[in-house]
């Protein structure tokens, strides 16, 4: 795979992986105070347990924000490289999102989605993407070109490399399973904003 591939691939033909491990996998790749934004739920759980990082920013109950908070980010600090989580029930509820992110086309950006096919926090309700939805289809008829999905852990190892220093905005779907959070994150909105601030040089 080269920064100019474009294969989408599809939902059904990539393999289930595991959340955590892929959470785990997205941190460590990380070098240069690159800043993450984990949607709410279980995404956000095994973001925390993957190594808190002052540069993560945690959601607490705002469904669906972590991609309009990155982009925002982005904007905020064009030469940061910046990466919104986001679960797929969570993007289906802000879908207008995608678009407004193509337009904008900032290069630092990089979206990706956790989809396990279900609202798993709030009882495991299936959502569309179990029922023929595709995020990565969603997203190119959106405008975001450059979107795909990852068929296992080394395609999403290196995409995220890839995307890591070429230009964006990207978007990487993954397939994970419904396993369990491996932690959880602290509920304290507060001292999670201020540790985000401090560690985006915003305050001191």
Request: glycine fraction near 12%.
């Amino acid at each position: 795979m080269s920064a100019g591939e474009s294969a989408p691939g599809n939902r059904a033909s990539s393999k289930v992986m595991n959340r955590a491990d892929l959470c785990k996998r997205l941190v460590a790749r990380l070098k240069s105070d690159e800043a993450v934004i984990g949607g709410i739920g279980n995404t956000n759980f095994d973001l925390w347990a993957a190594g808190q990082r002052p540069q993560n920013f945690y959601m607490l109950g705002s469904m669906g924000l972590a991609c309009p908070i990155a982009l925002g980010v982005a904007m905020a600090q064009p030469h940061r490289r910046v990466i919104g989580i986001e679960g797929d029930g969570s993007i289906l509820m802000q879908l207008g999102s995608l678009g407004t992110i193509a337009a904008q086309a900032q290069k630092n950006l990089i979206i990706v989605i956790l989809d396990n096919g279900t609202y798993q926090i709030t009882g495991g309700q299936p959502t569309l993407t179990s029922r023929g939805a595709d995020i990565v289809a969603i997203a190119r008829g959106a405008g975001l070109a450059q979107s795909a999905w990852a068929c296992d852990e080394k395609d999403f190892e290196a995409r995220i490399d890839i995307a890591l220093t070429a230009d964006g905005p990207w978007l990487i779907a993954v397939r994970t399973d419904d396993k369990p959070p491996t932690g959880q994150t602290e509920r304290n909105p507060s001292r999670i904003r201020d540790r985000f601030m401090q560690g985006l040089g915003v305050i001191h």
